[in-house]
């Protein structure tokens, strides 16, 4: 077997910092830097049994990709032999493992047997005696069916011994700061604050496993467990991985991934094999019900389930431990490419129908993105909402469900909340719109339609254009913007509504439901468009304006500012492609999801229109619908190298506008709010008031370019 290098350690400076390289919504591809090399998120710790090693770690690393391990460290104390050459040689080379590994503290055993033998000082201490690179502090593990009080002292003690463990740590080894809490929302919260902000000499938690929770999944306990996740993640700081602690198979991945979990841990994939089970993404099944293989492996090639059935028992577990191995990787690798092309939770909607369980969980969840509660759970939910990048290229496939998507109610609450009906028309005139005409039972491209709507305008210009799709009215200024205009099914869903009230409460929404309704279904242009120049000018000029105003949140009367001299040249197949005022380009509609980039000319003039205070963490801001274009303000240092288009990094920011949308148009400013560049968000201003590492906004363009 070929072997593969060791890791690199990290720099020295970045021990223990989590980064944010990709998200989708509370998703994230991150990345943890440890001294056995930087690993990457979501991704699943193997548990080793020092004592029984199904699989070797060095196979696990060699073979299976595997870049980080837990193991008991307790188990290690208890046992003479272990103990003193771990102490000698070092955790890793007990193990036989060169990527990083964390251990667990003899918490859970308390859990099974009642009682440890060891103090909370004593196991942290000897977890950084071993070399381990993530140790985990004697947390007190508060199980579902205890009291309230029994629960609360569960948060409490854990949080005391906090201090203690920490200094414990030193400098070299992180830890894991436990959530506990039972099943109480409150509870859970409480315990994430503590957590959260425990800290000695500058020292704090690098990761926050979430536990308590195995027998709630030994129980298929879902909702409740998914509750506790969302109401756990409320309080945590965002720039700490969050670990699922038990939690390895499979079929939960994807869902706890869309709810923002990086780490899993398995001992189901050498305690399933023992037992005869495989584990697949949908569930687990017995060998001796099968006749064929449901999810093929590498460790299964030119074997049947009754070959595998004929083998000895040793021989059998290892087959079977390595097939659920890799069939548990592959599940990850799935979702982390789901979480890199955004559709992490279409894959966990997939999964949900796996199991009843699953399914009363996801619905559950369906039910809070709809109506979030009060508490801590109905925030974790509205932060998720606001940190999806609404608009998404290629198709978005259409499905029962697809409005409770949270890049699609986040679409849908900002059209509802910042898109307004022009006040002027295409012949010059101002005042109230007289009438709406809606298009329906016809699918996009809509521009390829215009010369019915120009027609209806060029008769009656004081007309509000919408155009009826499947997941509801949209505003024809905003036809080529996914995920409308990439909405992909049978023909069939772009037939027109037949109910009245439907399409009524729909534009109710919108504000339109007292204006006289025309409803057309336009046939496919011929090949020339009437003259209209003045209409299809205002069309684009509308286009630009409901743009600017629904995705960066610029007033609309200062979009039309903005685009008051406007030109623009458009492609061969009609769509603007560069939009100019006077004689300057100030911004491009984006082909691929009908955004808009900006230029510096354009971000220089959307920063003079914004006239809020440059922001600064700790700092209220004003919440109205347009708070202008969302700024991200750095520090002096970073001035020069992101003024000539270095990225803005982690940990040089002064502050950020709350309502920055990753994936969408910021402006990079200084402390006086002078335009230092522009670029895309790839974190949300909570994650840019706490994370150290890695990128904060993609910079397109600094302001300084030209020497200034
Ligand atoms: N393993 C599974 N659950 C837990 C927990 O709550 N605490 C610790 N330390 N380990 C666990």
Redesign the pocket.
């Known amino acids: 077997m070929a072997t593969r290098p060791d890791p690199e350690p990290c720099r020295e400076q970045d021990l223990g910092l989590f980064e944010i390289i990709q998200r989708d919504g509370a998703a994230r591809i991150g990345k943890l830097h440890t001294k056995h090399g930087m690993v990457t998120t979501p991704m699943l710790l193997p548990v080793i049994n020092p004592n029984l090693r199904t699989i070797e770690p060095r196979e696990m690393w060699d073979k299976y990709g595997i870049e980080a391990l837990i193991t008991n460290s307790y188990v290690i104390w208890k046992h003479e032999d272990l103990k003193s050459q771990a102490l000698s040689n070092g955790i890793h080379s007990l193990l036989d493992f060169p990527g990083a590994v964390i251990t ?5 055993q308390s ?1 099974v047997y009642g009682d440890v033998e060891v103090g909370p000082e004593e196991i942290v201490s000897f977890q950084r005696d071993m070399g381990v690179d993530v140790g ?4 007190v ?2 199980r579902p069916d205890m009291s309230r009080d029994e629960l609360e002292h569960a948060v409490s003690e854990t949080a005391n011994r906090s201090e203690i463990s920490l200094s414990a740590a030193g400098p070299d080894m992180q830890l ?1 700061g ?1 959530i ?1 809490g039972g099943t109480h929302a409150d509870l859970r919260d409480e315990s994430s604050l503590l957590m959260g902000s425990a800290e000695v000499d500058g020292k704090r938690f690098a990761i926050h ?1 979430i ?4 027998p709630l999944m030994e129980q298929q306990r879902y909702k409740e467990l998914f509750e506790i996740l969302l109401a756990s993640k409320a309080s945590l700081p965002p720039d700490r991985p969050v670990h699922f ?2 939690c390895g198979h499979p079929l939960l991945f994807p869902m706890s991934i869309a709810l923002g979990v990086d780490i899993f ?1 398995s001992a189901a994939y050498a305690i399933f094999a023992r037992d005869d089970r495989l584990l697949t993404p949908e569930g687990t099944v017995k060998l001796d019900d099968l006749e064929e293989w449901p999810f093929h492996s590498h460790a299964l090639y030119s074997k049947t389930p009754k070959s595998v059935r004929a083998m000895s028992h040793e021989d059998r577990s290892r087959i079977l431990a390595e097939h659920n191995l890799e069939v548990t990787q592959a599940e990850l690798a799935k979702c982390r490419e789901a979480v890199r092309k955004g559709t992490i939770w279409e894959l966990a909607e997939r999964r949900s129908h796996s199991s009843p369980y699953l399914r009363e969980a996801f619905v559950w969840l369906q039910d809070q993105l709809d109506d979030p509660d009060d508490g801590p759970v109905g925030e974790s939910v509205l932060r998720m909402i606001a940190s999806s990048n609404p608009l998404r290229s290629g198709g978005e496939q259409l499905g029962e469900e697809i409005e409770y998507r949270p890049h699609i109610l986040h679409i849908q609450a900002l059209l509802a909340t910042r898109w307004r009906v022009p006040g002027s028309w295409w012949d010059s005139s101002a005042g109230p719109a007289e009438r709406v005409l809606l298009l329906e039972g016809t699918s996009p491209p809509w521009r390829n339609k215009k010369s019915a709507l120009i027609e209806h305008l060029s008769r009656e210009p004081r007309t509000v254009v919408m155009i009826s799709t499947p997941i509801g009215p949209i505003p024809y200024s905003l036809e080529d913007l996914s995920p409308w205009c990439h909405l992909t099914g049978p023909d069939g869903i772009w037939q027109p509504i037949s109910d009245d009230h439907e399409i009524r409460d729909a534009l109710d929404e919108l504000g339109l439901s007292q204006l006289p309704l025309t409803r057309i279904t336009p046939e496919d242009d011929l090949d020339e468009i009437p003259d209209s120049e003045d209409i299809r000018d205002w069309l684009d000029r509308c286009s630009i304006v409901d743009k600017l105003s629904v995705l960066c949140s610029i007033h609309p009367l200062d979009a039309c500012k903005m685009t008051d001299e406007m030109t623009c040249r458009r492609s061969r197949t009609d769509r603007v492609v560069n939009v100019s005022s006077g004689d300057s380009h100030i911004l491009s509609p984006r082909l691929t999801d009908g955004g808009i980039s900006l230029t510096v000319e354009g971000a220089s003039i959307a920063n003079d229109l914004n006239a809020s205070p440059t922001p600064e963490f700790g700092k209220t801001e004003d919440d109205s619908d347009f708070s202008g274009i969302p700024r991200v303000c750095i520090v002096d240092d970073a001035i020069p190298f992101v003024g000539k288009g270095r990225n803005v990094m982690h940990g040089y920011i002064l502050g950020a506008d709350s309502h920055i949308i990753p994936g969408q148009p910021c402006l990079v400013v200084d402390s006086k709010g002078t335009l230092v560049a522009h670029g895309t968000p790839l974190t949300s201003h909570l994650e840019m008031q706490f994370l150290r590492k890695g990128i904060a906004v993609k910079v397109r363009d600094g302001a300084f370019k030209q020497g200034q």
């Open positions: 667990d503290s003899g918490t859970f859990y985990t502090m004697l947390d593990f508060g894991n436990p506990q496993p536990g308590g929770i195995v602690f038990g841990d």
